[in-house]
């Protein structure tokens, strides 16, 4: 009898024990935990990013417990290689330990209503889209994948014909500063070479929300995107609902997608869009393709409309047994309605920085 009141007080204590550390691990992150894990992620640079990941998780599960201050805000960026993701969490983190109503998850029931009116809002922006024209500046820059260390190779300024029916027409304005007004000159974005992108508009939207894509969603997290409270989910499309397409010289595939989608919480609409090719079949020439899209509100002929301010597209490809990474960095400028032609102004011709994003 002694023997079972022992296992049993002991099994008692083990579970007191493992209730507190529970409790403990749900205490808000110290400053000197978080700076030891920001150290972590330069320990082991092949698991960088899933020591990152778990920081995130880490930071989500339990806030934290500190002041964000711009010291900490610069060593993030440094030991993290400026990791988008763990800085917005980190930003929304401290506005959630300032406020915590502010920026408290919804609840189940308002998830639903958030993906039912974001679906409804978005698709019928999709419908009313206008006719119009918009200048593009694109820097892109190639390096080995995984340095981070890009070179500038070129820059471009594009103009854009967007028809409400969905085609894009692309015309090089500009390379490098060259006027491409003569015949004889490229005036295709295709015939430039290197990486393009299209879609930005409305595919890459439309995509996610009709209802054809089985689109899976996921609450991820609260967010501020110019002023704007924002709730955050993960989203997946398998491949032979996205059909999204690869092009690779004269190879093609199709993929599926998966990212992050920024829900604006009171008019429903998309503020922000990251999105990743998912099932790329192996031995294709491109190993990942990555793109962030940022809208913001413009005006098309005296109306307001959300449409694409700054786009970032990374490949990764193989090529003679290397793998390089590219990135395309694009500003939208002086969208007009169209037919109006679209010039060459001061400034066009700027370096278009990946950090000049929309003010958060």
Not at 135 to 161: C, E, H, W
Not at 230 to 235: D, L
Not at 328 to 334: S, Y
């Amino acid at each position: 009898m002694k023997r079972i009141i022992s296992v049993i007080l002991l099994l008692i204590f083990s579970s007191f024990i493992y209730s507190q550390n529970t409790i403990a691990q749900q205490k808000p992150l110290t400053q000197a935990e978080y700076v030891r894990m920001l150290y972590d992620l330069q320990k082991i640079p092949k698991k960088a990013d899933e020591l990152a990941n778990e920081l995130i998780e880490t930071i989500r599960t339990r806030g934290i417990g500190f002041e964000l201050t711009d010291g900490l805000r610069s060593l993030t960026t440094s030991k993290s290689r400026s990791n988008a993701e763990l800085k917005r969490t980190l930003e929304e983190a401290a506005r959630r330990r300032t406020n915590p109503e502010t920026a408290k998850l919804p609840s189940q029931n308002e998830i639903t209503e958030i993906l039912n009116k974001a679906r409804e809002a978005n698709l019928a922006a999709v419908g009313e889209m206008p006719d119009f024209v918009v200048k593009q500046q694109i820097q892109r820059s190639a390096a080995y994948a995984g340095t981070n260390n890009f070179r500038n190779l070129d820059r471009l300024v594009v103009a854009v014909s967007y028809r409400a029916s969905g085609k894009e027409e692309y015309k090089v304005l500009s390379i490098n500063g060259v006027l491409q007004n003569n015949p004889q000159n490229k005036s295709s974005y295709e015939e430039t070479g290197g990486t393009s992108s299209t879609g930005e508009f409305v595919t890459v939207l439309a995509k996610i929300f009709k209802p054809e894509s089985d689109t899976k969603f996921e609450i991820a997290d609260t967010d501020l995107i110019r002023t704007r409270r924002a709730v955050v989910f993960y989203y997946s499309i398998e491949r032979e609902k996205a059909q999204q397409m690869l092009i690779s010289g004269g190879d093609s595939t199709v993929t599926g997608m998966k990212g992050k989608i920024w829900i604006d919480r009171e008019n429903f609409r998309v503020l922000k869009i990251e999105s990743e090719a998912i099932e790329i079949p192996e031995g294709f020439p491109i190993r990942s393709a990555k793109r962030v899209i940022d809208y913001d509100w413009v005006t098309i002929d005296k109306e307001k409309y959300l449409l694409p301010l700054l786009s970032d597209v990374r490949l990764t490809f193989r090529e003679s047994r290397q793998i390089f990474e590219s990135k395309n960095v694009i500003r939208f400028k002086e969208y007009q309605k169209y037919g109006s032609e679209v010039k060459i102004l001061d400034g066009d011709e700027e370096e278009v920085k990946d950090e000049e994003k929309p003010n958060q």
